[in-house]
């Protein structure tokens, strides 16, 4: 049995999804993480170490996974984050962060041209998280519990 301190954490990873056209159906990921784990019980989770492991050999295997480290965890595990998109978008992914940054704030936006133009090409962004105080942070959170939404709540945008 593995002993508690072994399990992932809650909130130790981020996983960034940009839109990316037609997403592979699952049939079609590169990696099982059966591969690389023994299934165990029902309502066993999988160690960090297996976790960074199974991330780890996406992003080796498919162009459209990219896995960053973003500092350590109070761990002193990573603390690390799977960008999931297409090859087109991975190449932009600057330009993409910078429209964003742009519809964030009404402000940096010249006119309805602009905005036009922004929402065009942008591309949605999904925040996947265990940490509620990251999630304060978003324009819309959706909680899941058990694969059920238990809460769809659109937040006022924080001015920083």
Known sequence: MRDEDDRAPL??????????????????????????VEP????????????????????????????????????????????????????RLDELREINRKLADPRRISGPEELDRLLAQGRTVVLITHEPEVAEFAKRVIELRDGQIVRDVRQKQLVA
């Open 11 to 36: 909130g130790e990873e981020a996983v960034e999804l940009l839109g990316a056209g037609d997403p592979p159906g699952v049939g079609e990921l590169p990696v099982d993480l059966a591969e690389l």
């Open 40 to 91: 165990g019980e029902d309502r066993k989770l999988a160690t960090w170490d297996e976790l960074v492991a199974y991330y780890e050999k996406l992003a080796r295997t498919s162009p459209r996974v990219r896995l960053d480290t973003l500092g350590t965890t109070t761990k002193g595990r990573p603390f690390i984050m799977l960008t999931i998109t297409s090859p087109e978008n991975h190449a």
